[in-house]
């Protein structure tokens, strides 16, 4: 195994690790800016310790975050150099200004912090919420901007191996940006919607039915299921994309071989790759050719009018799959919540809703990590688009399987004690106990 493989898995494992805290780190931010709102707004102090508990966990993870997106930022230049040295010259000024939305999420968050009760007008309290918000949702945007870049390079050319003619802002709005943009940030706001609604759900299971918890699972699964219908449409216009800017991509994510109209879309099954049959799947009629271009008789590219040595690996289709079917999952439980709520019967409190929101924030991480897979290994063989590829890109330099032992060994201490520090933080700090000895409740 050389150099390239290597870099290869420790590029992948920093990056399994990071996205976790990555993601808790742009969506945490909005629900603790909503709770601490509705608070101010209902007069309603259950709310405003919603915040502050959350805020507490929140700051955690996000010195977890920093750690391992320094990690991301080191193996790039170190892991990647002939990536880094052409895709440097182009696609350098969003991580530059990615740089910046930190430096505001982070001053913001101190002052945030630390000015609790300090305000006469709790709004202007709340107020500092805003840039940690927008700068957690901008370090998103612009990290995403660059791998965009990567899939659809646009603001160069090349000549003799070298970028010449550069343009950083035709760079940082080539054609994946808008989609993949919309698509990170709205599922970073639903799965954290999930993962805070899950603490909910599993207290009240265990029988604590304070009032505080269900405000909490109402607050977080109503903002979810407005979330879930933007991610779900987000998803849509991604499709859209592909079947435009990367049809390999997408061909081999639905195992479409042939180019055709009226293409049907696959779900699950065996490939014969011989044969190019799929055994024991799901075919919906029309459903690709509608996901491609809105018409059962758009025409959908297959894989065999391209390369075969430039197709991405066919596994792929089971990370769509997954992708795709936790995000149904997600949406069809926040709307039955939703639904629930809104009759106002009590069924939303139902065991088997609870228990279906608590197995939501898992397999919403889930899907978070089955998409970035996907939308990394669905570009193979190129690290940038038909312009760099993969083993073209990585370093030559021994030692980086050592060098990948240390750093699972390292991630692994890292989520250990993240976890263990979680859990004495609130194991003897109920709300219940908290909200008595604050306000009264």
Known sequence: MDAVFWSRILTAETLSFHIIFATIGVG???????????????????????????????????????????????????????????????????????????????????????????????????????????????????????????????????????????????????????????????????????????????HILKGRNHVYYKKALRLTMITGFILAIATFAAGDISGKFLAKHQPTKLAAAEWHFETTKQAPLVFGGVLNKETQEVKYGIKIPFALSILAGNSPNHEVKGLNDIPQDLWPPLYIHYLFDGMVAIGFYLLLVSAIFAIEWYRKKGNQWSPWLLRGIVLGAPLAFIAIQLG??????????????????????????????????????????????????????????????????????
Not at 67 to 90: R, Y
Not at 156 to 161: A, C, M, P, T
Not at 403 to 410: D, E, Q, R, V, Y
Not at 428 to 433: G, K, Q, V
Request: with cysteine.
């Open 28 to 202: 945490v931010p909005l629900f603790i800016s909503l709770a601490e709102a509705w608070g101010i707004w209902k007069k309603d102090n259950h709310y405003i310790m919603l915040a502050k508990r959350w805020t507490r966990g929140f700051v955690i993870t996000v010195a977890v975050g920093v750690v391992t997106g320094t990690c991301i930022g080191l193996m790039l230049s170190l892991l990647w150099p002939q990536f880094m040295q052409l895709a440097g010259n182009v696609i350098s000024l969003p991580l530059f200004m990615e740089t910046f939305a930190f430096f505001v999420e982070a001053i913001f968050l101190g002052i945030y912090l630390y000015t609790w009760d300090r305000f006469k007008n709790p709004w202007i309290h709340w107020a500092s919420s805003i840039p940690i918000v927008i700068g957690s949702s901008m370090s998103a945007l612009f990290i995403t901007i660059v791998n965009a870049f990567m899939n659809t390079p646009a603001g160069f050319r090349l000549e003799n191996g070298k970028a010449v003619d550069i343009d950083p802002i035709a760079a940082m709005l080539n054609p994946a940006t808008p989609s993949k943009v919309a698509h990170v940030l709205s599922s970073a706001y639903l799965t954290c919607g999930f993962l805070l609604a899950s603490i909910a759900a599993y």
């Open 372 to 441: 970035w897979i996907f939308a990394e290994v669905g570009r193979q063989p190129w690290i940038i688009t038909g312009v760099l590829k993969v083993d073209k890109a990585a370093t030559t330099a021994d030692h980086v399987s050592s060098t990948t032992w240390a750093f699972s060994a390292l991630f692994l201490a890292l989520g250990i004690l993240t976890c263990i520090v979680l859990y004495r933080l609130f194991r003897h700090n109920r709300a219940e106990d908290e909200l008595a000895k604050r306000y009264g409740l």
